[in-house]
């Protein structure tokens, strides 16, 4: 269980590592890392559910553990680092000043809709880039300067 924790959160973190390390401008990279979670979560879901939904007794598991604070604070390391970095090119709202908490309040939001499509999976979504393209649009509008 641990060797899949870990290959799952390699996966996840090497899509984040390049988005995080492109030229791009932070913003656009903010938002196709946030993209990238999602995607993955979606197109992984039993994988996602493994990492995010179903961690119940894996604090009593050494090699899970491990994977958990190595590798699963290695791929969020990615989306603070991008947090950061948008704090400190002075692109977001002059409230928003500490990285570890835009990184997680981003995190929760991309989670919630995941974890609902794979939740909840006979509920009338609309489609699925389109939920994606709105709920990325409510996120960076509500961070970015005005």
Same mark, same amino acid.
């Given at each position: 269980?641990? #060797?899949?924790?870990?290959?799952? #959160?390699? %996966? ?14 932070? &913003?656009? =990279?903010? =938002? =196709? $890392? /946030?993209?990238? !979670? @999602?995607?993955?979560? *979606?197109? !992984?879901?039993?994988? !996602? &559910? /493994? *990492?995010?939904?179903? +961690? ?20 969020? +390391?990615?989306?603070? &680092?991008?947090?950061?970095?948008? @704090?400190?090119? $002075?692109?977001? =709202? ?11 309040? *981003?995190?929760?939001?991309?989670? $919630?809709?995941?974890?609902?499509? @794979? ?22 509008? $509500?961070?970015? %300067? /005005?």
């Amino acid at each position: 269980m641990a #060797f899949l924790v870990r290959e799952t #959160f390699l %996966k996840l973190s090497s899509r984040l590592t390049a988005i995080r390390e492109d030229h791009d401008d932070i &913003a656009a =990279r903010m =938002r =196709r $890392g /946030l993209r990238a !979670y @999602i995607e993955f979560g *979606l197109e !992984y879901p039993h994988h !996602y &559910a /493994l *990492l995010f939904m179903q +961690s119940s007794g894996w604090d009593r598991n050494e090699k899970i553990l491990a994977a958990f604070q190595q590798e699963g604070q290695r791929t969020f +390391s990615c989306l603070r &680092a991008m947090s950061s970095e948008a @704090i400190t090119a $002075g692109i977001l =709202r002059p409230q928003i000043k500490d990285s570890e908490e835009l990184a997680q309040a *981003l995190s929760v939001s991309i989670h $919630g809709m995941v974890s609902a499509q @794979i939740g909840c999976p006979g509920f009338p979504w609309v489609e699925s880039s389109r939920l994606t393209d709105r709920l990325l649009d409510v996120l960076m509008t $509500g961070i970015e %300067k /005005l």
